[in-house]
């Protein structure tokens, strides 16, 4: 069955770097995303990943695909108090088209 | 910036009355999504309509939810009657058509809660 894992709280200093990280069990898995959501929001897409790649970097976020053992993790350098959100790590499997199945969500709070 | 509306933004009902919630997706986006979050979960999917038809509703509690896209453009979620359980959030998403690497844009949701 699908099911993703994530941690669900994660604290650092404002210009830290943060890594939240995810695990998956659906190795048919094509595409792996994280989306953010803040407060009374709905959720924003900030990146995805195909499983042919080990890595991709946009901006401050880099994202690193380990397939071997289903694990996603995203780093994002310098962080700031607006990133402040809850991160969602969702896969896509290969047994239906754009569905996506999403984790509980890690809690990222940025102190000054 | 096109958006996907949903309205209302906040419900408050007794439990075994009927709810409805809307959602216009951005204009041309084949594709609509119906989440359900609870809190301190992840979303999970609902309903899924390509154009007016249904795709996928394999996760819909159709003894009480349902779902229609009757031209294809906007959509209503019911949910009659509601339970206590169902307070949740319930989040709209549309994408351009069905493929993995279509991004599916959020509206801001309708928070339920079911007295």
């Not at chain 2, 609509?32 to 795709?55: H, N, T």
């Not at chain 2, 019911?78 to 690497?101: F, H, N, V, W």
Request: net charge negative.
């Amino acid at each position: 069955g699908e099911d993703v894992e994530q941690s669900l709280f994660l604290s650092v200093r404002e210009g830290d770097s943060s890594v939240i990280n995810c695990t998956y069990t659906d190795s048919s898995s094509t595409y792996l995303y994280w989306y953010k959501q803040e407060p009374g929001a709905g959720l924003q897409l900030l990146t995805y990943i195909f499983s042919n790649m080990d890595m991709k970097q946009d901006q401050r976020l880099t994202v690193l695909l380990n397939k071997k053992d289903k694990h996603l993790s995203l780093r994002i350098a310098d962080t700031q108090t607006g990133d402040s959100a809850i991160y969602f790590c969702a896969e896509s499997p290969r047994s239906g088209y754009s569905t996506l199945t999403f984790g509980k969500g890690t809690m990222l709070l940025v102190s000054p | 910036e096109a958006e996907v509306a949903q309205s209302p933004r906040y419900k408050i009902t007794e439990k075994s009355q009927a709810v409805a919630f809307w959602c216009d997706p951005i204009s041309g986006h084949a594709t609509l999504y119906w989440y359900r979050q609870i809190l301190g979960q992840g979303p999970e999917l609902l309903v899924q309509f390509q154009d007016e038809s249904v795709v996928d509703d394999s996760q819909l509690p159709k003894d009480r939810f349902s779902a229609e896209r009757l031209k294809g453009v906007d959509s209503t979620l019911k949910i009659q009657p509601a339970e206590l359980g169902d307070s949740a959030m319930y989040l709209c998403a549309s994408s351009l058509t069905r493929g993995k690497d279509n991004e599916q844009f959020f509206g801001p949701g309708t928070r339920l809660t079911v007295l």
